[in-house]
């Protein structure tokens, strides 16, 4: 139904989408995840041309709608969109919000409209709010006659943006319960979200989006319980991460030293975890200084909330091989520090470049 190919989207120098390629199946439901700042809403908002692509192609039902002379309008009233602050006229009541859209761009009669929109609001579970004010509405009650709404005109494919980000917590669930409703009457849905057990209960294929990609994409199963990629993993263990790269063996050490320590701060871990991090990023990076050859390290620090667990991984340039089992001396006194710091170490080849994890206890005195 849906088709992406190459998307892209830049604000100026910033660049948002870089490389977008995706396709939505007819009835498919898919919740599109990742960190904020990855392009989630943009990637919305191109689709239905909110906002103008910079490059790329999306096709509906084989229709590039980027083309010259493709009509806007027609194509937004085959895609709906929810926002997360529902929009609604304040002026007019919960009905008059829904017959506004069919009489002015679908050319229905008002009693024609009315009726529909009783039904939908009926549908939703406020009929009886039908006359009611925005402003009488709670925030739940507001979203599910966005929803409603969107339902009135009619569209073959939804978009929410974040449809209970801007709800108290107790209202989420009457707004995930309108969706997931429209998911089992077979509705095709794009869902941005950060409700992860929705997103894992309701849909077909799961999106990861990162560093304005779709990073990684599969069925829940897959994507909640063994995902790919590591950033993916990070995401879903709520694994939060600081990253650098570093080419030059004269780096500033105290620089990196002072990230560390806002790093740790910010996780509220005790100042002896960020002591003893600052010391074995110290001791790992002088024994890869020493190793011939080019010195190109990505460095990411990595904080697993859920297992209290620090990680220092790198991934570094040389020789195949464990780059801290290389010295001929197996007692060097940086090494026996880096072993007694770490509780696991762990090491494999990819491609060209080595790949180093070495984990210790954030929480140890």
């Known amino acids: 139904m849906i088709r992406v190919e190459h998307l892209s989207k830049h604000f100026g120098p910033v660049a948002v ?14 919740s599109i995840i990742g960190p904020s700042g990855t392009g989630k809403s943009t990637f919305l908002r191109c689709l239905n041309l909110l906002d103008q692509p910079s490059s790329g192609r999306i096709l509906i039902d084989g229709q590039d709608i980027l083309a010259a002379g493709v009509k806007v309008a027609q194509l937004r009233q085959r895609m709906g969109m929810v926002f997360q602050s529902f929009n609604l006229f304040p002026h007019l009541t919960a009905l008059g919000n829904l017959c506004i859209g069919p009489v002015q761009l679908r050319g229905h009669s008002r009693v024609q409209a009315a009726a529909r929109g009783l039904e939908l609001l009926k549908m939703v579970g406020l009929a009886e709010k039908a006359h009611s004010l925005p402003h009488e509405l709670s925030g739940g009650q507001k979203q599910r006659v966005a929803i409603a709404r969107c339902l009135s005109m009619e569209p073959e494919i939804i978009l929410f943006d974040e449809p209970t980000s801007a709800l108290d917590p107790t209202m989420v669930g009457e707004v995930l319960a309108v969706i997931r409703r429209l998911a089992r009457d077979g509705m095709t849905l794009a869902i941005v979200t950060h409700e992860m057990d929705f997103a894992r209960q309701v849909s077909s294929r799961v999106f990861y989006m990162d560093q304005g990609i779709i990073y990684e994409e599969g069925p829940p199963q897959q994507i909640f319980e063994a995902p790919q990629q590591q950033r993916t993993r990070d995401f879903i263990r709520r694994v939060r991460c600081l990253e650098f790269r570093l080419k030059e063996r004269d780096f500033d050490l105290y620089a990196l030293f002072g990230q560390l320590d806002q790093f740790c701060e910010k996780h509220l871990l005790p100042k002896a975890s960020a002591l003893r991090l600052q010391l074995l990023t110290e001791e790992v990076l002088e024994w890869l ?22 990680e220092l991984r790198l991934d570094c340039a040389g020789p195949p091989g464990n780059p801290l089992e290389q010295a001929d001396s197996q007692d060097d006194i940086g090494l026996a520090l880096i072993r007694n710091l770490c509780r696991q170490i762990d090491w494999q080849r990819q ?5 180093l994890s070495l984990q210790l206890d954030s929480r140890a005195p």
Do not use: M, P, S, Y
């Open 289 to 310: 200084k020493q190793q011939a050859g080019v010195f190109d390290v990505a460095l990411t620090v990595a904080f697993h909330e859920q297992d209290a667990l620090l």
């Open 17 to 30: 989408l870089t490389d977008v390629n995706a396709h939505i199946r007819q009835g498919e439901v898919i």
């Open 351 to 355: 491609g060209e470049r080595n790949l």
